[in-house]
């Protein structure tokens, strides 16, 4: 027969692990609400969560004279300016194949940017003559930042086309060796839906010639930067 001091032994020692119990689903629960949130802010692994859990497939391109390397979503298609259409300074870039106004560029000979300077003197400096010409322009964002390993400056403005339709553009300023500019764009109202895609074309440049190796899976889970 159970001993009087047995019984309510095995009662603490019930109601220590349906404490646990609920302590792991409430932890599981919270881990899942992050990555869920995290997923919904950008790609995981090359999976992407926006209505429903999708494989980001991405194509490869990597160019000489300049060096250059990068990876862009096969949603959209490599633009070479096979017919020079946009100048010498043109170096590469990706469109979307049914909406070429959707998609980035990279040019060489940007302006010549002091990075010691602070954000709002490089961004006035970059701004000012658009401002001057643009519908009702708006400055959006403005930091330093780094691409395929060099410092950079970005800034981000939308602005009414002649039609009257508000673009959202991101420019990115390379100042050190080929000077680069790489610039993207799309409608304002769909920016959301490409930010990833465009993002995934930011964080995998290099110069090089060799695209960036994924970031560790510590760097994905914990930073995410």
Known sequence: MMTEQETPRQNKFLKSLKIMGVAFVVVAILISGYFAYRLSQKDLFGWRLNFNLNKVETNDYNGFAPTIAFKYPKIFELDLDKDKKY???????????????????????GPQLDLSKSNQELADGITG???????????LENSKTSIGGRQSFKVSFSFLDPIGARVRL????????????????????????????????????????????????????MFWK
């Open 87 to 109: 100048g010498s300074a043109y170096v590469a870039g990706i469109k979307l194949a049914t909406d070429d106004r959707t998609g980035c560029d990279i040019r060489l000979g």
């Open 129 to 139: 003559p658009i401002k001057s010409k643009a519908s009702d322009f708006q400055l």
């Open 170 to 221: 991101d420019q990115i300023f390379l100042p050190e060796k080929e000077n680069y500019m790489i610039i993207c764009g799309t409608g304002e109202y769909q920016y959301n839906f490409f930010k990833k895609d465009f993002q995934i074309f930011y964080d995998s440049i290099n110069f090089n010639g060799n695209l960036l190796n994924q970031k560790s899976l510590w760097q994905k889970m």
